[in-house]
Structure formats: structure tokens, C-alpha cells
């Protein structure tokens, strides 16, 4: 035997309003985009590629900074940004699929991250960094 329970949302109503709002402010503004929670700043749209269903929390911030000779900030199928997620480049940056970026994570000018980087919740990684882990929990030892 199977049992399954039923499945509710954890917004209140008000929220569910907000965010049918979001939705139809989504299709006009990127049509690919599942959802896009406002207050957002999008910078350079014209090379950016927002993929297939992204999905923003509030207060997030896309910037693609100068002229490009094509999309140089790309984003895979089922991104999901939580809020005040900030993502800036200059060049090259492209976000796999079925990625979740946490909220609270600020990276500052001229930052290498390194493959396999891990940086969680509530970090800075200043100017000029070159990091292959950040984390917020000292390590036991």
C-alpha cells in the first residue's frame, strides 16, 4: 500500500497573489523563465541567455558589464537564484542545469572560483580572491 500525503504550499495568501503578479511580470519580461520574484536589476539583457525555466527570489541582481560580441552570461534548464543573489561578470560565465544558488553569498570584482568551490550561506569572498572553498563553519579539529 502506497501512501501519499497531500502536498500544501507554505505561502499565505497574500504571497500567492505576489507571486501570480510574478508570474505574468516573468512571461512579459523573459518568457523562458518559470518565475521571477521582483525587486530584480537586469543589466545587459541582450547578453544574457536565462535558459529554460529560471527561477529568481527578490532582490536579486544579473549584470552582464560591456559590449559582447554574443551571450556571454548563460544559465542552463531549472536555475533557481534564492534571494540576494547577485551574479556580475565581464566575460564568460555559464550556470549548468538543475542548479540552486542559496542566498546571502556576495562575490566582489576580479574573483576566481575554482571548480568544485563550495561557498555557502553568508560569505564574502573579497576583491582579487582566488578560492577553491569557502565556508561559513570553522572546521573541527
Known amino acids: 500500500m502506497e501512501c501519499r500525503e497531500k502536498r500544501s504550499s507554505n505561502y499565505s495568501?497574500?504571497?500567492k497573489v505576489m507571486n501570480v503578479i510574478f508570474f505574468i511580470r516573468s512571461k512579459i519580461m523573459i518568457p523562458s523563465a518559470r518565475l521571477i520574484r521582483f525587486p530584480i536589476v537586469i543589466r545587459?539583457?541582450?547578453?544574457?541567455?536565462?535558459?529554460?525555466?529560471?527561477?529568481?527570489?527578490?532582490?536579486?541582481?544579473?549584470?552582464?558589464?560591456?559590449?559582447?560580441?554574443?551571450?556571454?552570461?548563460?544559465?542552463?534548464?531549472?536555475?533557481?537564484?534564492?534571494?540576494?543573489?547577485?551574479?556580475?561578470?565581464?566575460?564568460?560565465?555559464?550556470?549548468?542545469?538543475?542548479?540552486?544558488?542559496?542566498?546571502?553569498v556576495l562575490i566582489i570584482d576580479n574573483v576566481w572560483v575554482g571548480e568544485g568551490a563550495v561557498i555557502q550561506k553568508g560569505v564574502k569572498v573579497g576583491a582579487g580572491s582566488i578560492k577553491k572553498s569557502i565556508r561559513t563553519r570553522k572546521k573541527a579539529g
Not at 87 to 96: A, E, K, S, V
Open 44 to 104: 545587459g539583457k541582450k547578453w544574457i541567455d536565462f535558459g529554460e525555466k529560471i527561477t529568481t527570489g527578490r532582490n536579486c541582481r544579473i549584470e552582464v558589464i560591456g559590449n559582447h560580441d554574443d551571450k556571454c552570461l548563460i544559465f542552463g534548464k531549472n536555475v533557481n537564484m534564492g534571494d540576494n543573489v547577485s551574479i556580475r561578470c565581464t566575460d564568460n560565465i555559464t550556470i549548468g542545469d538543475n542548479v540552486l544558488m542559496g542566498s546571502k
Open 13 to 15: 495568501f497574500g504571497e
